[in-house]
């Protein structure tokens, strides 16, 4: 007996309608291009959007690329944060110094994404904007307390990134505006971070993914900090864990947290993974990566 199957008839070679290409000089430009045309959307490297135009998921009727503006291309210093631009790409954030020893568990986590072909194109304003659950600079971030700074003609917002996101796919940036500025409050002095994640290969996005930051004082916990990604609709802040762990040691850290994750994470089916698999799976990188965390803070001095 032979089986007919049906044919993929979508050549993911070609976008498959017509749409309009601008390339702005300046921010304000873009600005003005994203409020005039309706229907518009901003592209920097496209590694996310190009494949949804191929598939017809989404289907704009312009394109403004914002990849080379030189306001949205900056990694600097600014008193106790690091400012990234939005249009930075994952590669250069993975060659700073800055990010490297300022930064450490996004440092982590970017080093982790992709392929080097991929990191020279993507960027951490397109990992953000795209508001996927499994975007791997999200749980660090989240971890960091990191703020958006949104641009229009109207001004510049500043968002709490654990407020940008609402759900898969979904944020809370409006059509007219672009992702200026992350600014992520420098790595706190004692710390110790450790970035986990799992997926079907090294280059693919993750099932599920950890970001860990925390202080020991003593031989106690302090100030956990615990997200993650790809077992919610949106990246998630953890916070039963965290509550549950201050204070305690690693021994009884161990113990308990695992033990309440189910309380913060909301994980689905899909083609990556089952709901089980990822609910197990994030009570045991959470005990790897409470152990990795401690220990980079005991190292720490």
Request: hydrophobic fraction near 45%; charged fraction near 25%.
């Amino acid at each position: 007996m032979v089986r007919v199957l049906s044919i993929n008839r979508i050549n993911t070679y070609r976008i498959p309608f017509t749409f309009e290409y601008y390339r702005p000089k300046t921010l304000r430009e873009a600005l003005e291009l994203l409020r005039s045309i309706e229907g518009a959307k901003v592209i920097a490297g496209g590694t996310d959007l190009l494949v949804d135009m191929k598939f017809r998921r989404t289907e704009p009727r312009a394109l403004v690329d914002v990849s080379k503006l030189e306001e949205l291309r900056l990694v600097r210093l600014a008193g106790n944060y690091v400012e990234i631009g939005s249009a930075v790409t994952l590669q250069e954030l993975v060659e700073s110094e800055l990010v490297r020893t300022k930064l450490p568990l996004l440092w982590e986590a970017v080093s982790s994404m992709a392929s080097w072909q991929i990191r020279n194109i993507a960027t951490i304003g397109g990992n953000i904007c795209n508001a996927s659950p499994a975007a791997d600079t999200a749980p660090p971030l989240l971890a960091y307390g990191a703020k958006l700074l949104l641009a229009s003609l109207d001004g510049v917002r500043e968002v709490d990134i654990g407020e940008f996101f609402v759900g898969p796919k979904r944020s809370i940036i409006r059509s007219d505006e672009v992702l200026q500025i992350i600014r992520v409050p420098t790595h706190p002095t004692g710390y110790g971070w450790s970035f986990i994640k799992i997926s079907r290969t090294s280059f693919d996005i993750a099932k599920v993914s950890i970001a860990v930051l925390l202080k020991v004082d003593g031989s106690k916990i302090r100030d956990p900090r615990v997200a993650f990604g790809s077992v919610a609709p949106t990246p998630v802040r953890a916070k039963s864990v965290e509550r549950a762990i201050e204070g305690l040691s690693i021994e009884e850290a161990l113990e308990v947290g695992p033990k309440l994750v189910e309380r913060d994470i909301a994980p689905i089916d899909d083609v990556r993974s089952t709901a089980w698999y990822r609910r197990e799976v994030a009570k045991a990188l959470l005990r790897d990566s409470l152990k990795v965390a401690y220990e980079r803070s005991l190292s720490s001095g």
